[in-house]
């Protein structure tokens, strides 16, 4: 199984950059890594995802290394509402007919003001 | 628009009793997923539907659960004789093509809290 290693938790100052590591060596060619946040009492949000090269939205940035071994989700300036649990996903393929997101435990991002 | 509604948003029952939680994806998504997170962890997948078929029941923590999608809409899922383990947060996504294709992000409810005492 493709699986992710992030930390469990970090803290950021409101408008300043946060950079949120994800580790992924057993990705595949063909895995897409995927981002989803989750706030309090929320279901889980996209954020952003991709395959090899950088990408941009208007929540955040992905920057993704060469080898594909590991990516970094970047929010450019953190506010308070940024506050949430931050997961780093690779897509599988379960045995059993289809593609499926396993979420591990994920960051959780504190932001102080 | 609207998304993902899930029903009810809390549920609280007695051990050995049946609950059906229920799921309105957003209108036009073929792809239906549910998932459950328990205190403090990550999500677990349950089943996967595409349309009104379910190709992937392989998350189905025991055949005391079970799911079915009506018209390619909504989808209710089923705990018989709920046990006390079976409590949990129980989160409903869609997404507009199966197979999470790369275009087709889940789109999330906010869930249903299912507490059994």
């Known amino acids: 199984d493709a699986k992710t290693t992030q930390p469990n938790s970090m803290e950021s100052n409101e408008e300043e950059p946060v950079h949120l590591p994800c580790n992924h060596s057993t990705i595949s060619g063909t895995d897409y890594i995927h981002w989803y946040r989750q706030l309090p009492s929320q279901g889980p949000e996209y954020v952003i995802h991709?395959?090899?090269s950088n990408v941009n939205n208007r929540m955040a940035s992905l920057a993704i290394a060469e080898d594909r071994k590991s990516s970094t989700l970047i929010l450019h300036r953190a506010t308070l509402r940024d506050a949430a649990v931050y997961y780093c996903i690779l897509r599988q393929y379960s045995g059993a007919g289809s593609y499926q997101l396993t979420f591990g435990k994920g960051t959780k991002l504190s932001v102080i003001p | 628009g609207a998304g993902v509604s899930q029903s009810p948003s809390n549920k609280v029952t007695e051990k050995g009793k049946d609950v059906e939680l229920r799921c309105d994806p957003i209108?036009?998504?073929?792809?239906l997923y549910w998932y459950r997170q328990s205190l403090g962890q990550g999500l677990e997948f349950l089943i996967y539907?595409?349309?009104?078929?379910?190709?992937?029941k392989s998350g189905l923590p025991s055949d005391r659960f079970s799911a079915e999608r009506t018209g390619g809409s909504v989808s209710t899922l089923t705990i018989q004789r709920t046990q006390q383990e079976d409590s949990a947060v129980y989160l409903c996504?869609?997404?507009?093509?199966?197979?999470?294709?790369?275009?087709?992000?889940?789109?999330f409810g906010n869930g249903t809290r299912l507490t059994v005492t």
């Open positions: 539907f595409q349309g009104n078929s379910a190709p992937d």
């Open positions: 996504a869609s997404s507009l093509m199966g197979n999470l294709d790369s275009y087709s992000p889940l789109h």
């Open positions: 991709g395959l090899t």
């Open positions: 209108s036009g998504h073929t792809a």
